[in-house]
């Protein structure tokens, strides 16, 4: 199958053969003519696998409803390469929604709606917090078809009278497990008594809990539910090494790794804000050039960040879940979980970050003694076992006593240390 096979206008296409993209991969092949169809969906697929376009392009397929002249000027001003006067759509209203719930993975849908949409005269727009709420207001002014968002600025602007809600055609929610896992669900419940009820909404996310059904159930009219892997699964491509390693010796192994195997563009995972410092701080010391993004820092120092990454100008990047949502770094081959994550749907995420489009990936995992149960809550949700190994010179010292948590208290060490990671205050606990 190819995508001239799914129903996508000439525009599109174009767009798409220009990326180099024929055949859709299987969670665009199953989503695309079910959208096309005004369906609601809720759709599960692993990270890496076009989850953006199949979305973007059904969207845009179906706001693309110009008159054929409008059409036939926007292809043939495409063919002699010149810009498009969107002028015309400046009296448009917002007509989709896109909510994201990171910076990032904002951009970059953004980017794949403008990418995608560029021989139609649909308009799109980007924004989220930490950037010039004033230019997001004039260019929201100017007219807009497409919203990208992440939800506490869409909050802020909605409040300011900067944006209309009220003839959304389209809502998706974009890794919907991460907005409720960051606590979005006030927000999302505020932003959606600004949104037409009569509307289509798609949801989209790498992983599924409970939670994320509930809020299905709020958000979606008999929804079609389509899942082209089993339900949270790693990507297949990425090989999984798990190493055992006392924690004091976690930095040194890191930094022994890269530099022995001559390893470049590694992405590292760390839990807390203040621990990605510190380990980017070390590793610099060791002569590897590194980075690290968080949610503490201002925007223009994590754009810095990620441009210094993917042109390869640092070795490194140390980042935590909140901000490694949503990047999408080209031919990405090592991921290292210096730390394993408190929520094991974050694992799955993590990984995902490497063997994206079909390529190839290594996920390394360093587990320290204390972190024992971390690996087992991963291995249940993946239902595979990821045996223990020793890289030769850093074995564990057996011989150190690790004293057990209590198994009734992991979860509210969990969540306390999850609230830490987000920035967010920890509750009071109970005497």
Known sequence: MDFSELGLNPQLLKALSEKGYTEPTPIQAATIPTILEQKDIMAGAQTGTGKTAAFALPVLQQLSCLPVNAEKMATESADADINVNRSTVSDHPVRALVLTPTRELAQQVYRSFVHYGKYSLLRSALVYGGASVN??????????DI????????????????????????????????????????????????????????????????????????????????????????????????????????RELVSHMIGARNWHQVLIFTRTKQGADNLASEMCKDGLKTQSIHGDKSQGARERALEDFRQGHIRALVATDVAARGLDIDQLKYVINYELPFNAEDYIHRIGRTGRAGGSGLAVSLLSADENYLLEEVEAILDTSLPQQWLPGYEPDFTKEVKPSRKNSRAAQKQRARDRALGKKPAKRKR
């Not at 600004?194 to 299905?216: C, I, N, Y």
Request: glycine letters at 4%; a negative charge.
């Open 135 to 144: 230019t997001q207001i004039k260019e929201l002014g100017e007219g807009v």
């Open 147 to 250: 919203l990208v968002a992440t939800p506490g600025r869409l909050l802020d602007l909605i409040s300011r009278g900067a944006v209309n809600l009220s003839q959304i055609e389209h809502l998706v929610f974009d890794e919907a497990d991460r907005m409720l896992d960051m606590g979005f669900i006030i927000e999302i419940k505020r932003i959606l008594k600004s949104v037409p009820s009569e509307r289509q909404t798609l949801l989209f996310s790498a992983t599924f809990d409970q939670q994320v059904f509930d809020l299905s159930k709020t958000l979606l009219r008999s929804p079609v539910l389509i899942e082209v892997d089993a339900r949270n699964t790693a990507a297949i491509q990425v090989e999984q090494i798990v190493y055992a390693v006392d924690a004091d010796r976690k």
